[in-house]
Each structure stands twice: as C-alpha cells, then as structure tokens.
C-alpha cells in the first residue's frame, strides 16, 4: 500500500470526525496556542477535501471564526490549495507562516464543543450521489467556487455575516468531496453564489 493510500484511509469521513481532529491537535504548553500547522498534521495535508474543511470549519465555528484576520488567513490557505489543485498537486505545499498562526486551545475546543450537535445532524444526510460532481471535471469546478470564494474574503470582513456564508460553502465542498456526495456539492455551489451576491450588494 502506499503513502498516499495509508494516509487517506487515516484520514477524517465526515465531519464529527474533523471537529475529532482538531481537539487531538497539540497546544503549546506555555502559551495554550494551537496552530494551523498542529491542526493540518491531524487532518492530513495530501487531500483536497480535509484542506478545504480546515478554513471552512475555522471561518464558520463561532468565537474563532469572527477573530479579526481569521478570514483572510483563511482565504489564503484556500487559495493555495486550490490553485495547486488545478496544477493537479499530489501533496499540498503551505508557507510556514501561514501554518505558525494559532488560536487559544479554549477557544478552539469551546467552538468544536458548540458545533458537535450540527455536525452529527449535518453527517446523517451525507452519502455518494450525482458522482459527476466530485470527481474530474466536477473537481475542477470545485477547485474554482473556492477560488472565487477565496478572492472574496477578504472584504467580507466589512460585509456582515458574509465570512460565515463562505465558511459554509467550504465546508460543504469538503464534504461533498469526502463522501462523493455531488448533491451537497450541488447545494454549496448556490450558497457560493449566494454569499458572493451579498458581498457584491453590501459593497456596492
């Protein structure tokens, strides 16, 4: 078996088991920050879905998603990921600085805590369907939606309510990839039209 096989099969199927990862992630000690870096070592950084649900998580989870800088930071690692995607990357390249930011361990595991209860609601509906979606030419479509989010994101920090939309998007494109589920792909497609239309309308 090979690398890439054995750390696919390690890794996150639904999304209990991402909000699993992210309390298993290491803190420092000293200053009870965990990093993004911690966070990607649990969840596997060789897949596109895990690395789309990380910032769509992190934007979306309430107390870490509305700290000021978290979105774009966000933005950025979507960003990456996704472009390298496109360049159809086996193992996913992040710069050390992005993978140093870190957010109290408290505040993190208060945030999983609260989102437990959606996530096994949200698990229960997940299962592969309309295939087309989440795999070759679906994935690329995919790839741009979080592009075009990841553009976006960045003034959604002045658009209210917006990051939060784009955090759903992610994640719902994460999981459509993870469980082969194109209708959730299907449905996170419209959220992304939706939360780019309201970022146009409160700027303009």
Not at 8 to 33: S, Y
């Amino acid at each position: 078996m090979s690398q890439a096989e054995t750390d696919q099969q390690h890794e996150p199927h639904n999304l209990e088991q991402m909000l699993d990862r992210f309390e298993l992630a290491e803190r420092d000690e000293k200053t009870d920050q965990v990093t993004l870096g911690d966070v990607l070592y649990e969840v596997g950084r060789r897949s596109f879905a895990p690395l789309l649900l990380v910032p769509g998580i992190i934007t979306l989870l309430p107390i870490v998603g509305d700290i000021p800088g978290v979105p774009t930071l966000m933005a950025l690692l979507v960003l990456l990921v996704a472009v390298q995607l496109l360049f159809r990357a086996h193992h996913f390249w992040i710069p050390k600085f992005l993978l140093n930011r870190s957010v109290s361990k408290h505040k993190l595991d208060k945030a999983v805590n609260w989102s437990r209860r959606p996530a096994r609601f949200l698990d229960k509906f997940l299962k592969p369907r309309l295939a087309f979606l989440t795999h070759g030419p679906g994935i690329v479509a995919v790839a741009l939606a979080c592009i075009a989010i990841a553009l976006a994101m960045p003034p959604m920090e002045v658009v209210p309510f917006t990051a939060n939309g784009a955090g759903l998007a992610l994640t719902l494109f994460g999981l459509s990839l993870m469980a082969h589920d194109g209708l959730l792909a299907a449905v996170a497609f419209v959220m992304t039209f939706a939360t780019l239309l309201f970022v146009y309308l409160g700027l303009f």
